[in-house]
């Protein structure tokens, strides 16, 4: 009898313990979050609010989720791998069945700001509302305008494919109480306009430490380690820290070289490839001159990191295979020097220098990978209309003909960085 009685208390007990963690868990997803108003406030779309909502959708590159290759703008439906599974982009369009045509402005406000949808349930941060949540009102307010007027699409959204238990709202109500809080922008008082614009559009809508930022275990961006650079899951691709001047810093580039990156895709001491060229062309190069001035400001203020350079100097010298470095030599006069140059000096105006190149000699070599692999090109922007590219070499280089060529170039020229292994070019 006392063995039941003790059980039924500890069978109690953890009742009231498992109903108080669900009670915190909901308390956690609903901070911040005021009620809905009862009635739909009215709306006032003004053609002003409409091209104010079209450029900050621009900002924030909503089409580049929202919108497939040859599908209508907006319309949804882009799967985006993650690595518990795909999630597929929802239709933006004012249809009042598949897309938005029956949320209010504070319906669209509340998944801005809070990451829920309207009818109550939570979102996946693949919709980066994490950072979203920056976003003003008032900007919220424009996009919806905007939104509420490009043409409606009556594509049904799809289905994620998600594995369990990250398919359930539940898995998602611990993940949000334990990885988001809403918040407001808040201005650095201590900081000029110029650079509190630019934290507003780098942290919100820009959501630039989705991929240039550190993610833990569950997949959440590591706001404490800022843009120190990442692995985009999936992808395979590494954004670079913004803040390291080995990697992407730009401490000490003139603001007008940022704008022209930003702008161009291309400046004198770098040019964009992969996932961040399609930032510039879907992004960035529509941005005016003074938020890309901005965004400079911002971004050339960062706090600087402690990091050493990779390349060695002559006393420390790397170690290197004699027979990887003949093979690689033989691979690059055969395919690379012809646009790079026979000693590593590129083509100004043209073809990047490999010599001194500073994502050439990066500890993280997976876009190098990337790029022989599947080429790189650069975006087509009105101040590069015709960016030059380069082809991929995938279909007659194997793993470790890759890897030859790349050691090659890391350890010529004045480069002296580690080898790539035959395992780096496998998991490209």
């Known amino acids: 009898m006392r063995k039941m009685r003790y059980l039924g208390w500890t069978l109690l007990a953890l009742v009231l313990l498992l109903t108080a963690a669900a009670a915190g868990i909901v308390a956690l997803n609903l901070r911040g979050e005021d009620p809905l108003p009862e009635q739909a406030e009215a709306f006032n779309a003004t053609p002003q609010l409409v091209e104010r909502g079209r450029y900050l959708a621009l900002a924030g590159n909503c089409a580049g989720c929202h919108t497939t290759r040859g599908g209508q703008a907006y319309a949804g439906g882009l799967p985006i791998e993650t690595p518990f599974g795909t999630v597929y982009s929802s239709n933006l369009t004012p249809d009042a069945k598949a897309g938005i045509g029956s949320w209010s402005s504070a ?35 424009a996009i919806y305008a905007y939104l509420r007027s490009v043409p409606a699409a009556p594509v049904p959204n799809l289905a994620h494919r998600l594995r369990f238990p990250y398919d359930t709202q539940a898995a998602l109500a611990v993940w949000r109480a334990l990885s988001f809080k809403p918040e407001a922008f808040v201005a650095n008082a201590s900081k000029p306009a110029e650079w509190n614009r630019g934290a507003y559009l780098v942290g919100g809508l820009g959501h630039c430490i989705a991929c240039h930022g550190s993610r833990d275990s569950l997949g959440a961006t590591q706001e404490n380690l800022g843009l120190s650079g990442g692995l985009i899951a999936v992808q395979n691709w590494y954004a670079p820290s913004l803040a390291d001047p080995h990697e992407a810093g730009v401490s000490d580039w003139p603001s007008a070289d940022v704008v022209a990156l930003l702008k161009t895709g ?10 961040m060229a399609e930032v510039v062309f879907r992004s960035t190069q529509y941005l005016s001159d003074a938020d890309l001035g901005a965004i400079a400001s911002y971004l050339k203020d960062l706090p600087g990191v402690t990091a050493q350079p990779v390349m060695r100097t002559a006393t420390t010298a790397t170690r290197r295979d004699a027979g990887t470095m003949t093979r690689g030599q033989k691979i690059y006069d055969q395919r690379c020097a012809y646009c790079h140059g026979d000693q590593g000096q590129g083509e100004p105006g043209a073809f990047p220098p490999l010599a001194g190149n500073r994502a050439v000699n990066m ?14 090109y650069l975006p087509s922007t009105e101040g590069n ?7 991929p070499f995938g279909q007659v280089l194997d793993a470790a003909e890759v890897a030859a060529v790349l050691t090659f170039i890391r350890g010529s020229w004045g480069n002296d960085s580690p080898p790539v292994t035959l395992l780096d070019t496998t998991r490209r």
């Open 107 to 141: 319906h669209f406000w509340r998944a801005m700001h809070n990451g829920r949808s309207k009818d109550g349930r939570l979102l996946y941060p693949a919709f980066p509302y994490p950072n979203f949540t920056q976003v003003t009102r008032e900007d919220s307010d």
């Open 363 to 376: 500890a993280q070599t997976a876009n190098l990978i990337q790029v022989i692999a599947h080429g790189g």
């Open 385 to 391: 209309p015709r960016p030059y590219g380069m082809p």
């Open 266 to 275: 291309v400046a004198p001491r770098g040019a964009v490839m992969g996932p």
